[in-house]
């Protein structure tokens, strides 16, 4: 693809292969990080599986919350499985090469799980502001096709996100240096590679990720401000933290996704360069994938009576 320009361009090389840095300069830590790693994974698409299956198998569990839920789950384990098994594959391997495509793609995958997560913790936010305001009607509102509307909108604005980013990036003329220094193709440290002055194309995609990130988290302030209120009219103290409790789980989740999200993408880029960082902003990437599963199984008290039951109907089957 970019191989075609050279020639023409002088001393210009094009990049075809890339090269991930990754942990290449701390060869000592590699057998740690790879176990530390692998343990993560497990334990990432082991825990949302749960999820999955428990919501799907409980009859009591077919609401939109769980419907939600459950197409989060299913994001996160792809979320993860994009950087996660290749990372791991780098840190056994010599060669860490990734060819242009497929850094492309990686990226793409990356953002379009990503973008989608963003709405899609909207959209669930808006349920619960719907569950909460409009109780009497919820079921009628929220009806199955409601919320495969909302699900498919938020996956058709990730894939437009994430299809605009990566065909902006990778549309920059590439030269020199082929090498990055990360874990995967992310934004920041591909963009680190293009040739010239690369300040616009910054300034761009952070205006970009900026409105991607905030637009959804506007509507998630909005949703949790008429629900506040709402609360805040109950009565009775039982009430109030009964209608609470249905939306401290999603609470949770948002504040971890936006609090690692603002973390890694709206900072400037010479902050970048430190290796610590570097570590962290990969712990930022599976930091919710993990936690979800944990958060919605341990505080929700839905999930957990749908544990037990699946737990009694596996282990005492007669009973
Ligand atoms: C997630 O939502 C989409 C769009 O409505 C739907 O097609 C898909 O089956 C859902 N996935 C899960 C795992 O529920």
């Known amino acids: 693809m970019k191989s075609s320009e050279e020639g023409m361009a002088g001393n210009k090389t094009s990049v075809i292969v890339f090269v991930i840095l990754g942990f290449s300069h701390r060869p000592d830590m590699k057998v740690f990080f790879f176990i530390l790693f692998l343990c993560i994974y497990i334990i990432t698409v082991l825990g949302n599986l749960i999820i999955l299956l428990v919501t799907n198998m409980d009859p009591a569990l077919h609401t939109p919350m769980y419907f939600f839920l459950r197409n989060l789950s299913f994001l996160e384990i792809c979320y993860t499985s994009v950087t996660l098994p290749r990372v791991m594959v780098n ?8 060819s242009f495509a497929g850094c492309a793609a990686q990226m793409y995958f990356f953002l379009l799980f990503g973008a989608t997560e963003c709405c899609l913790l909207a959209a669930m936010a808006y349920d619960r502001y719907r569950a909460i305001c409009n109780p009497l009607h919820y079921m009628d509102i ?11 909108s938020s996956w058709i604005c990730g894939n437009l996100v994430a299809l605009g980013h990566t065909t902006f990036i990778f549309s920059l003329p590439f030269c020199g240096s082929n090498v990055i220094n990360h874990f995967f193709c992310e934004i920041q440290p591909v963009l680190m590679l293009v040739c010239g002055n690369t300040y616009w194309n910054e300034l761009q995609i952070i205006l970009a990720a900026a409105f991607v990130i905030l637009m959804p988290f506007l509507l998630i302030l909005v949703s949790y401000g008429l629900i506040i209120s709402s609360i805040l009219k109950i ?4 009430g109030r933290y009964k209608a609470f409790s249905t939306c401290s789980s999603h609470l949770t989740v948002v504040t971890i996704f936006y609090g690692t999200a603002v973390f890694i993408y709206i900072r400037p880029k010479s902050s970048y360069y430190l290796d610590v960082d570097k570590v962290l902003s990969l712990f930022y990437s599976v930091v919710t994938p993990i936690l979800n599963p944990i958060i919605y199984s341990l505080r929700n008290r839905e999930v957990k009576g749908a544990l037990s039951k699946m737990r009694t109907k596996l282990f005492h089957p007669n009973s």
């Open 235 to 238: 009565r009775s103290a039982k």
């Open 142 to 152: 929220m009806n199955k096709k409601v919320c495969m509307q909302l699900a498919a």
């Open 91 to 98: 840190l056994l391997s010599s060669d860490t090469s990734i």
